[in-house]
């Protein structure tokens, strides 16, 4: 989940120099494309309240099937190709990507592309404390942790499968230890659930060289029961 906001949709192309060679994406502005996101599952082992609601997201929940998912091979060729015109950083994301098979695999691949520069991770930091040593020896560059409130009862409430927040910040710290750097910590904000705990947070994290990020609850495609009174806005 990203904070960054374009005021209007950007269409990508690839332009062409004097001798014919591709020339690196640039969108409808003319601003080159650096960055590639890529989701490597669509599974995910919370239910945030705001994401993935166990009403929607149940257990006969129809997910994508795995021949209709990109195999390493395939991402690997694809970040390749993208690479070649211009993008200098890849994040890998979900769902939730740590619950991918062998991802430990693609990241050594993705980072033995020469020119990728950067290779991050947006996670739930729920397999982070086993995980941190082995992403960092990898390759991966640095990560992105999601975390909603420091308060662990508040915290169970919103990933909705009573997962303590203890085990998110162990994870946090074994990533700062693993030299995963910088982190950044995305928080989202809902109206009645979590936004008296926004300072606590902040608080936590200050002086420790994370970046704290607070978003706003956004809808996600009509499954999370968005509505604009839960919106706590900037």
């Not at 209007?8 to 080159?32: C, E, I, M, Q």
């Not at 149940?58 to 395939?74: G, P, S, V, Y």
């Not at 990933?159 to 910040?169: G, Q, S």
Request: charged share 25%; aromatic share 6%; with cysteine.
């Amino acid at each position: 989940m990203s904070t960054e906001e374009t005021t209007t949709p950007a269409t990508p192309s690839v332009a062409r120099t004097d001798n014919g060679a591709s020339a690196p994406l640039a969108d409808k502005f003319g601003r080159p494309l650096r960055d590639l996101r890529i989701s490597v599952t669509d599974r995910c082992n919370f239910r945030c309240t705001y994401c993935m609601p166990k009403e929607v997201f149940d257990r006969d929940h129809e997910f994508l099937a795995h021949k209709e998912i990109l195999t390493f091979e395939e991402i690997t060729r694809l970040v390749r190709v993208f690479v070649g015109q211009g993008v200098e950083k890849v994040r890998l994301t979900g769902g939730e990507p740590t619950v991918r098979r062998d991802l430990l695999k693609l990241i050594e691949m993705l980072a033995a592309i020469p020119g990728l520069k950067d290779l991050t991770l947006t996670t739930n930091g729920s397999r982070l404390a086993q995980m941190a040593k082995p992403l960092k020896d990898a390759g991966l560059t640095r990560l992105t942790v999601s975390l909603d409130s420091m308060d662990d009862a508040v915290f169970r409430r919103m990933n909705d499968v009573e997962f303590p927040v203890a085990m998110v910040l162990a994870g946090i710290e074994a990533a700062q230890t693993a030299g995963l750097a910088p982190i950044k910590v995305n928080t989202v904000v809902r109206r009645g659930m979590n936004e008296a705990g926004v300072a606590d947070i902040a608080g936590h994290f200050r002086g420790t060289g994370i970046t704290v990020r607070f978003i706003e609850f956004m809808d996600v495609g009509n499954s999370n029961g968005w509505r604009l009174d839960d919106v706590v806005p900037a």
